[in-house]
């Protein structure tokens, strides 16, 4: 049965004519058109330039057997991706290059590096693959090729080549693109057609983040490399139905559940599959406004504390490792009528991150890490290339609530990153990319975090099994939360926060919520949490209040993880925030004593963001009985 959405009810059905052919159907023009082609961003060119010709100097990145076993045998999944991801680069370099420059070293590089695609076992990464499973292999199966975010991936780029250099490569390696066709096919298109019970297209009603990331990149082949007809037509129609059904999922506010970090391969990339869609059909799909759209295109700079730094619930890091494609939420934001998304997108463009100073106007518009797609759709963007950026923070908002997430965050003034930030989470311990953190909450210095979410650390096949929450960065021990007579937080949809209510001023903001049922044991009978933002006294309140079963000896802790250098005194603590940001003076009443516990940080994924540890305070709280209250305030500190 065909699912009915919002893209369903907004949109005709696809039909005969009204997609744009091969050739003229993705939104970049090819190199035969030297008018786009001729002088594109030098500082971009420069950059892809030096890497590509230092490319030349070195072998391919070659994935072996053994890499993909590894995940199978001991759970290693990074190296074998990191392997996947620099062919990707080298690729997109050569592309960018065949392209401007039509030489033929460059085309013979892309030739190269198609080709071994053409020949790698599987585009799948082996985290996704169930050859395991179906076929007790620890090594791809080439006659059952799983369809997961790489081998999507792949497909997109090869497609985008074709499209970008099918003429120069019919001159140059004639036959390449026939192999193109055939290996996309098998691999890709077939598999889309015939096998439906792919976990991802979210038949059971849960979708995530594989759904438009791998549907946006099954179009861009669909329609490059299937000839016109009514297969096309078809194909077209399932990616249509398999988005639809992400769109019916998000919430009416526009949030991801997943966090920032996951919202650029999410809805970000819903977004730009439904602008191919509206450039291959000629405006026919999508003309019709979708008011969830418009919403989601503002979680970003609603998630944003200040610079580099984001509100990073779930698998998310406070602060990204690369760069993320600005361009893209600069369309959809130019799209969507959004002047502060817009601004927030620009800020990147200009001076490389917000609030990083002057404007640098050689900054490269994009980058390969982006991939191909967007790199070369940022490279022809006439309105990112020339977008004017600013210094100051007009996009952040005063207060921002998202009761589909219960995500609560409020700042001492709009448009400013300046003075104490304070970021909620309620929600329940299932959500996509789960941490058990119900609760939980972020206080930032002038927009840096100093009582923080680790985030997570590098995936292995750990991070998605059955021992996820062994992994200290899940558990709700390593979150601002109450560990309560032993008890950390249970998993799954049921366990969550109730009661939640908020209020904002121009004085202060505020957010209560009940803990009790993120928690399995029976003695928790309530636990309130209360947290407050005054804005005139630049002040973070956090109130504890609790009543638990008579009895019981087992220690009840509060846990604060703090990022920086910590000192702490009887009833209180310093911390000196990173990057220079200050320092912050936390003092709880009573004065109950506080012990400390450092994590030292080796995972790269940690370390990039937090520096080499992170340090939990431990307030016990037993000594004030079962029925019980304590206050947390924190604000600047001044030597």
Known sequence: ???????????????????????????????????????????????????????????????????????????????????????????????????????ERWLDEVADGVTLWCEQSSWCWPAHDDTYERHGAVVPTVTDPFLDLGAGEVAADLAWIDHLLGARLDERTPGLRARIRHEVERRVLRPFERRRDWHWLGLDGRVHNWNPWIHGNVLVAALQLVPDGERREAL?????????????????????????????????????????????????LGAAPIRVLRETVAFPHRMHLGGPWYVNFADCAARSSGEQPWAALHREARRAGDEAALAHAAAHRRAGSPGAGSPAADSPVAYENDGLGRLVRALTDPGWITAAGVTSESWLPADVWLPSTQVFVARTAAGSSAGLTLAVKGGHNGENHNHNDVGSFVVALNG?????????????????????????????????????????QSTGPEYGASGVVTSSGTTYARIGLDLENAYAAAEIRRWRRTARLDRAGRTVTVRDQWELAPAGHTPTRIHLVVAGRVRVGAGHAVVTALDGAGMLRLSWSPPVPCATTVRELDDPLLSEVWGDHLTRLEIDVSGLGSIGTLDLTVKEHHR
């Open 448 to 488: 840096v975090p100093v009582l923080v979410d680790p985030g997570r650390p590098t995936y292995t096949a750990q991070t998605f099994g059955p021992r996820r929450y062994e992994l200290w960065p899940m558990r709700s021990t390593w979150h601002n939360v109450p560990e309560i007579r032993g008890h950390e």
């Open 1 to 103: 049965m065909t699912f009915i959405g919002p893209l369903a009810q907004a949109w005709p059905a696809v039909g005969p004519g009204m997609l744009l052919p091969p050739g003229r159907c993705l939104p970049v023009p090819p190199a035969t058109d030297r008018a786009t082609w001729a002088a594109p961003d030098t500082a971009t060119m420069d950059g892809l330039r030096s890497r590509a010709a230092e490319d030349l100097k070195t072998p391919w990145p070659t994935p072996l057997a053994s890499g993909y076993a590894r995940y199978f045998r001991d759970g290693d999944r990074d190296g074998y991706e990191q392997v996947i991801r620099a062919r990707h680069r080298r690729v997109a370099r050569a592309a960018v290059l065949a392209v401007v420059t039509l030489d």
């Open 236 to 284: 077209a129609r399932l990616v249509i139905e398999g988005l639809d059904r992400y769109v019916a999922a998000l919430p009416a506010d526009g949030a991801i559940d997943e966090g920032y970090a996951y919202w650029w391969n999410g809805a970000g990339r819903l977004l730009e599959a439904l602008d191919v869609l509206a450039y291959a059909s000629g405006g026919v």
